[in-house]
């Protein structure tokens, strides 16, 4: 094997391979001690990575599970935070607005209440008046009734009347008659 930075032989030097590509290097060529190419060789989480490989992947590869358990915290203290302050800001109004509504969706339950009451003596009363409207009317009709018969009665009087007046005016042709009769005799 050669080294890919110098091209020459690795056999007889201390060298080390990318954990991605494969491609072997000379330690002294990638500026790694001999101590740190042993420490690469036996850590089984922290794996060495070319220069091209690490400028290619420059994320969570090289990233050690300690590394990612602290930015683990660091993120989820930032998010609570983050939410926290977003619940201050976003949904202290909604709740405000809220609770105005219900104060106002209370109030027209209450104006709903009054008026139905209302509605309903509104609605006794009409029947009271019905009531009484067809009472008068049920009594009025009783009073023309009674007023026709006075009338009827009353023409029967004046037949009565006019009878006697007839009777009266007969009379008195009678005795005129009788009267020109004695005269002329
Ligand atoms: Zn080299
Ligand atoms: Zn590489």
């Excluded at 089984?44 to 400028?55: D, I, L, Q, R, Y």
């Amino acid at each position: 094997m050669s080294c890919v930075k110098c091209h020459k032989t690795t056999r007889n030097s201390v060298s080390i391979s990318c954990s991605l590509c494969n491609a072997e290097f000379h330690s002294t060529c990638v500026n790694l001690k001999a101590e740190e190419v042993n420490f690469f060789r036996e850590s089984s989480e922290t794996k060495w990575k070319c220069e091209v490989c690490t400028v290619a992947t420059p994320t969570s590869d090289c990233l050690s599970p300690s590394d990612l358990q602290r930015i683990a915290a660091t993120v989820k203290d930032l998010l609570t935070t983050e939410i926290a302050k977003l619940i201050q800001t976003e949904l202290a109004p909604i709740r405000n607005e809220l609770s105005e509504l219900k104060v106002s969706v209370n109030f027209l339950s209450n104006e709903f209440d009054t008026f139905k009451k209302d509605l309903t003596s509104h609605k006794s009363e009409i029947e009271t008046l019905k009531r009484e409207i067809a009472e008068g009317i049920g009594q009025r009709q009783k009073g023309w009734k009674n007023w026709e018969t006075g009338k009827n009665g009353e023409k029967d009087n004046e037949k009565e009347e006019r009878k006697e007046i007839d009777e009266e005016g007969r009379n008195v042709r009678i005795g005129w008659r009788r009267r020109v009769k004695g005269r002329s005799v």
